[in-house]
């Protein structure tokens, strides 16, 4: 049995171990996120360490602020991934997290925590279009799928660990363990390799092979290394043909069909009505409650539905490479839009004054956030990584991630008086037509890219599109 270094030759570990590196900012960011919860608790009431209670207008401009930071920086993080390499790029997300944490410990001015917490939106920024694209860079296609959804299980597993101790450590003792991890993760990845396909870029071939080596517990002039580079060399080639990147997913017909399956499966995963979900979960709960005394703390709920997300990531990351892309998706899409449609009906309900059973909120809510986290959310992000090659896989993250940013900004900002308006049972209603339409597409128009090159997903897209197009001139001569 031959080894290289102090593992088993082809051995995957590497590419494991430096996949949880690239995704620990990811858990810094989950940790941010879901700050706000517990947070907003205490400094909205008489025990507020700022000395007042912050206002309402206060705290909503600290929960929407990330979000339209991160809309241009989606497409800042995008170049910049492209032009200063993903390394350079993933240790900047992780001094701007360090940066938000420190903030956080040294004022209570409201300014200084709203900037803190815009600062969460380039971490946030960093995290999908980078985080996405050097795993996606460094993973065998064997285990591509599972390395792609640990994004989603760091993110949870964040929420988590930060609702768990927002429950059980004081306010600067939080902030300062937070510190930490941004602070390790510089430490640490300065020793992780950068991403082959980036180096190859720069001409730096030799350099590629290391990292590939290194990668896949080979040597460096192993037969299957030197493959795997020629076929990143092949890539950019081809991408060299065309100059201008935006355009020619525009003009190029395959490129605008895979463009518009990454742009409706990230559309879909933020409408599916997770956002708000979270936002009213309070309310169902405390609704839940009346007849089934299940009584549970705001922080409480909050953990319940962390530990629903961090299952569901898990799951993901599991069976991904078992069940495929395609149908995981589909199931996730289906289920989502399903209890979205029974929870909208629960409400409609209890409008009409129609006794329902009071565990219907309660399930619903958690089919919802569970399908969310081991579906939507972790499918959409590895199909969008998959679809394309290194020269426009940047700017198709920065883009889709930049309309999800923007779509959740209008969701915070106006789900509430909307559902005031019209009633909430038919917000919710939307958010099922749209997961149901989703799986639908799903079933047409999305391909299976599980352990397949970029060559034979283009092959199912543009044999979909002729189909279609026979189908039209059959339709036409009738």
Request: hydrophobic share 50%; net charge neutral; proline share 4%.
């Amino acid at each position: 049995m031959k080894f290289y270094g102090i593992f088993e030759q082809g051995s995957k570990i590497n590419q494991v171990i430096c996949a949880v590196l690239i995704n620990l900012p990811v858990l810094s960011y989950g940790a941010s996120t879901g700050w706000m919860s517990p947070m907003t608790l205490l400094l909205q009431s008489e025990d507020s360490p700022k000395g007042v209670p912050l206002t309402d207008t206060e705290i909503s401009w600290m929960a929407a602020v990330p979000y339209l930071v991160c809309v241009p920086f989606d497409l800042i993080m995008g170049v910049m991934g492209d032009k200063l390499g993903r390394k350079i790029s993933l240790i900047f997300i992780s001094l701007v997290s360090a940066a938000s944490w420190i903030l956080l410990l040294s004022s209570f001015n409201i300014w200084c925590l709203i900037i803190a917490r815009a600062f969460v939106g380039i971490t946030m920024a960093g995290c999908y279009v980078t985080c996405t694209t050097y795993t996606k860079e460094i993973s065998d296609n064997s285990i591509r799928g599972a390395l792609g959804c640990l994004l989603i299980l760091f993110q949870t597993t964040g929420n988590l660990f930060m609702y768990v101790i927002g429950d059980l450590l004081s306010y600067n003792l939080i902030l300062w363990v937070c510190l930490t991890i941004p602070t390790v993760h510089v430490v640490v990845f300065l020793f992780m390799p950068e991403s082959p396909s980036y180096l190859v870029k720069k001409g730096r071939v030799e350099d590629a092979s290391k990292a590939l080596a290194w990668l896949r517990c080979e040597p460096e002039n192993d037969a299957k290394v030197q493959e795997e580079i020629e076929i990143i060399r092949k890539e950019q080639r081809n991408d060299e043909v065309s100059k201008f990147a935006l355009k020619t997913m525009f003009t190029d017909k395959i490129l605008r069909r895979a463009f518009q399956i990454a742009m409706v499966a990230t559309i879909a995963r933020e409408v599916c009505g997770a956002v708000p979900v979270l936002n009213f979960a309070g309310d169902i709960f405390k609704l839940a409650s009346h007849d089934t005394g299940l009584l549970l703390s705001p922080n409480q709920q909050a953990m319940l539905l962390g530990v629903v997300q961090v299952v569901g990531s898990a799951l993901a990351s599991s069976i991904v490479e078992k069940s495929g892309r395609k149908p995981l998706l589909l199931l996730s899409s289906l289920v989502s839009g399903l209890s979205m449609c029974a929870l909208g009906s629960w409400f409609l309900l209890r409008d009409l004054g129609i006794g329902a059973p009071s565990w219907v909120p309660l399930m619903t809510l958690c089919l919802c956030i569970f399908c969310d986290s081991s579906g939507l959310q972790p499918i959409s992000i590895v199909l969008a990584g998959e679809i394309f090659s290194f020269k426009y896989r940047g700017i198709v993250m920065a883009i889709t991630m930049s309309c999800a940013s923007f779509t959740d900004f209008l969701q915070l900002l106006f789900f509430k008086p909307l559902a005031t308006a019209v009633g909430i049972h038919v917000a919710f209603y939307f958010f099922g037509v749209i997961c149901l339409i989703m799986s639908l597409y799903v079933i047409l128009f999305i391909p299976e890219t599980k352990a397949r090159c970029l060559e034979d997903i283009y092959k199912d897209l543009l044999k979909s599109m002729k189909v279609k197009k026979t189908e039209e001139h059959e339709l036409t001569k009738v």
